[in-house]
């Protein structure tokens, strides 16, 4: 998998700023067409422990 930038650092997945997560799954954020990243959201995110 490329190198993934990712901010969230909640997450579990998130190392140093990169995914690091065996896939990524990214959805509409609620709605039937995405125009914006703000319409999408990453379904991948676990809460770190």
Do not use: L
Request: with cysteine; glycine share 2%; charged share 25%.
């Amino acid at each position: 998998m490329p190198n993934i930038k990712c901010s969230v650092t909640e997450c579990k997945w998130n190392n140093d700023v990169v995914c690091h997560a065996p896939m990524i799954q990214v959805d509409r954020n609620g709605s039937s067409t995405a125009d914006t990243s703000d319409q999408t959201k990453c379904e991948t995110f676990k809460m770190k422990s």
